[in-house]
């Protein structure tokens, strides 16, 4: 029976509703699914999404309470973002999907505050969460949960896995709060799947669009982030901090690069701390025994001129991350931008305090100011060393303008080839 017009307009209002609600109190999710189409599909039994569109059943959306349309909504919107869609490749469809599943509803168990209760649909069941070895799927990604499963051989699972009516179930295939195998979608009699992964095989596994989403996860944790940190509903999810590790992992070996430049430059420049054997000499020498002193007081800055897109500023401030990574709390130092200007840089000596420092700019590029700023404002303490990430196209002031501080020039190509200085590259 085709739906009426007025029905396609309630059940499509309650999907928007979902979707501002969750904006409200998981907006990592939230933000993520103002970039999905929202279908109403008479031809889809339950939920599913192609990596454009989320598509919802009548018959099952009518038999959802709102609550569980969020959590439909946060599972396939998952995902989407972790590009499970077009993953794939030549694993046993049943067994990826099921691993898929798992990772999705172990994450949303996460963000619901580890409430087994919050990822529970009614005659649906409690969504399985689980490994085989009873761990949260959240922990693992889907390739490696699926390393875990049984095989199945193109077979249906068996038993009724979550969702289904069946008490009792709810776990991964051998899993403490499961049977011998299954799917967590199970539809209200035990087969077919609630979360129709079939529209999966229509989804390329495209490069463009793989970045596209990297940018989106990466951009929704950037707006939640600077929300007010007393409010928990605005807080980044756990899950989302790992994946954009893996999303942005510097390219550059920080800790050999700064362990050789703070001994051949640095400490040469700075001559700090002094070698306690030496304290009665009249000579200072740098002390190279302290293995865990910190490597203080370096100045970063990161070109925000017109040049540089968003995804080479992006990369500069992760590679700036990564070198707090790498150094594991024994780096500190200031961040700052620059264009035809200097953002006043601000101190940071881990990464909560970094992540909070946003990009600043937009016009022309000139070193200059720079060395400009840290010879009119930096005079009490100026940095032991300045790194400059940059495209390089500007004219290069005089080595002189250094005032003897070290630098090291972090060059987004190979085209650019400054006349002192460090150099490393990297690619964007």
Not at 170 to 176: E, F, R, T, V
Not at 220 to 231: G, K
Not at 238 to 260: C, G, H, V, Y
Not at 370 to 388: C, G, L, Q, R
């Amino acid at each position: 029976m085709e739906l009426s017009e007025q029905k396609i307009r309630e059940y499509s209002m309650r999907l928007m509703k979902s979707r501002l609600r969750l904006l409200c109190t998981n907006g990592f999710y939230g933000l993520l699914l103002m970039h999905m189409v929202l279908t109403i599909d008479e031809e889809c039994e339950t939920a599913a999404t192609d990596g454009v569109r989320i598509y919802f059943g009548p018959d099952f959306l009518e038999n959802l309470t709102d609550p569980q349309i969020d959590i439909v909504m946060m599972h396939e919107i998952l995902h989407v973002a972790l590009q499970h869609c077009s993953r794939s490749g030549d694993f046993e469809p049943e067994k990826f999907n099921i691993a898929c599943d798992i990772v999705v509803n172990s994450i949303i168990l996460e963000s619901m505050g580890g409430n087994r209760k919050n990822i529970h649909l009614g005659q649906y069941g409690e969504l399985m969460h689980e490994t085989p070895d009873g761990k949260e799927g959240a922990k693992f990604t889907a390739e490696e949960v699926y390393a875990m499963l049984p095989a199945m051989n193109g077979k249906k699972p068996k038993n009724k896995m979550p969702g289904s009516k069946v008490k009792g179930n709810g776990g991964a295939p051998g899993g403490k709060n499961g049977g011998d195998g299954g799917s967590d979608d199970s539809d209200s009699n035990g087969n077919g799947v609630f979360d129709d992964h079939e529209k999966w095989k229509n989804t390329a596994d495209d490069n463009t669009l793989r970045e596209e989403w990297q940018k989106r996860i990466i951009d929704a944790a950037e707006a939640v982030s600077i929300r007010d940190p007393l409010d928990q509903r605005g807080l980044l999810p756990a899950f989302a901090k790992r994946i954009i590790k893996e999303l942005r992992k510097p390219q550059t070996d920080w800790r050999s690069i700064l362990n050789e430049f703070v001994q051949e430059e640095i400490c040469d420049y700075s001559f700090s701390p002094p070698d306690r054997r030496f304290g009665d000499s009249d000579f200072f020498l740098p002390d190279f025994n302290e293995k865990d002193e910190k490597v203080k007081n370096i100045l970063f800055m990161i070109d925000t001129s017109g040049s540089m897109s968003d995804d080479m500023i992006t990369a500069a401030y992760s590679e700036v991350k990564g070198a707090i990574d790498q150094f594991n709390g024994k780096l500190e130092g200031l961040l700052g931008f620059f264009d035809a200007a200097v953002t006043e840089p601000e101190p940071f000596s881990d990464e909560d305090e970094f992540i909070v420092i946003k990009p600043k700019g937009g016009g022309g590029t000139d070193f200059e100011v720079i060395f400009k700023y840290v010879a009119e404002n930096m005079t009490d303490e100026p940095p032991a060393s300045i790194i400059i990430l940059t495209d390089g196209y500007a004219p290069f002031p005089d080595k002189e303008k250094s005032n003897g501080i070290p630098v090291l020039w972090i060059l987004n190509n190979k085209d650019v080839e400054p006349p002192w200085g460090k150099i490393a590259r990297i690619e964007v």
